[in-house]
């Protein structure tokens, strides 16, 4: 599991509630735009607070995520995806705490259906509605900080395209409380191979992510947050100003911890942007593509790298 040595370090926090005023060339959009990037450069991460989910919601879609673990495990097992780690993950000797479904292009009603109707042969339109609209409620969350780093890196005539050849998975994730209540790691180190990661949990904390001194920040977070997380992807299409943000769960105590991930992926090849290359900032990766990324992480030598994206397009 790497280093155990905790960090004194403190994620940001922003706020990015319906109260600001966060309206494109105001000071405070650039304000809270500088700060997400400085967050995203040096943690890889931030938590935010947003409102965008009522509090209704809220409470169905962890109701949604209980109802779909208590499904019997060969129903679950259905949830099969030919990208690695997109569907079902469960039942593993080296994670025995974790257990996980996805659901693809979920913001697409069509694929909530589908997924719906494998799960619940005879339907679960509580959990269908449920699902989609929770997702399509974060997605503006993440839309609204992918607009930000375009802007704060000067880059948003870029946006549109960019916005026009992205996916949505979520994630159901589980982890169970470990025995006797003592600490346990419950899903290993790793950075992910998205654009972003949005996490919001039910208010059972577990989550760490890694400074830049090595040591690991444990994540204490407030309601109604949800952790910003960059990934692979951005890392790359940044030119390495970004941070893919390296984080683990390690559970303690004696509740069960459910967490909702919406991730981001890039249809296509993903090529650094003119703009971010300069003398300072020279050339790091080749154009790559996201999906091929993730297959290379699926092999042996993927997994071993000390980072795979630069195993993979390093110049």
Request: hydrophobic letters at 35%.
């Amino acid at each position: 599991m790497g280093s155990s040595m905790k960090s004194s370090s403190k994620v940001p926090v922003l706020d990015l509630t319906s109260r600001q005023d966060l309206n494109p060339n105001t000071s405070t959009w650039r304000s809270i735009s500088r700060e997400a990037c400085e967050a995203l450069e040096e943690y890889g991460c931030f938590v935010a607070l947003y409102d965008g989910v009522t509090q209704e919601l809220d409470d169905s879609i962890f109701a949604a995520a209980e109802e779909l673990f208590d499904l019997p495990t060969d129903t679950k097992r259905k949830n099969v995806n030919e990208k690695p780690y997109h569907g079902y993950v469960g039942q593993m000797p080296v994670i025995p705490l974790h257990e996980g479904l996805g659901i693809d292009y979920v913001t697409n009603k069509e694929e909530a259906q589908r997924f719906t109707h494998l799960m619940w042969p005879r339907g679960n339109h509580q959990f269908c509605e449920t699902a989609h609209g929770f997702s399509n409620s974060v997605a503006e969350l993440d839309r609204l900080v992918v607009r930000m780093i375009f802007e704060n890196y000067g880059v948003e005539k870029h946006y549109d395209s960019h916005e026009g050849s992205k996916t949505y998975l979520l994630k159901f994730l589980k982890y169970l409380a470990p025995p006797e209540s003592i600490s346990m790691p419950a899903f290993p180190q790793h950075t992910d191979k998205t654009f972003l990661s949005i996490l919001h949990q039910n208010g059972v904390n577990g989550l760490e992510v890694k400074s830049k001194d090595g040591g690991w920040i444990s994540l204490h977070l407030p309601p109604k947050s949800y952790v910003v997380m960059a990934g692979d992807i951005s890392m790359g299409w940044s030119n390495d100003r970004i941070r893919s943000c390296e984080h683990r769960v390690t559970m303690e105590g004696d509740k069960t911890r459910y967490t909702l991930g919406l991730f981001s992926f890039i249809k296509g090849l993903v090529s650094v942007p003119g703009e971010l290359v300069d003398d300072e900032h020279p050339l790091m990766y080749k154009p790559f593509d996201n999906i091929a990324l993730i297959n290379f992480y699926a092999t042996k030598e993927g997994r071993e790298a000390k980072s795979t994206l630069k195993a993979y397009c390093c110049i």
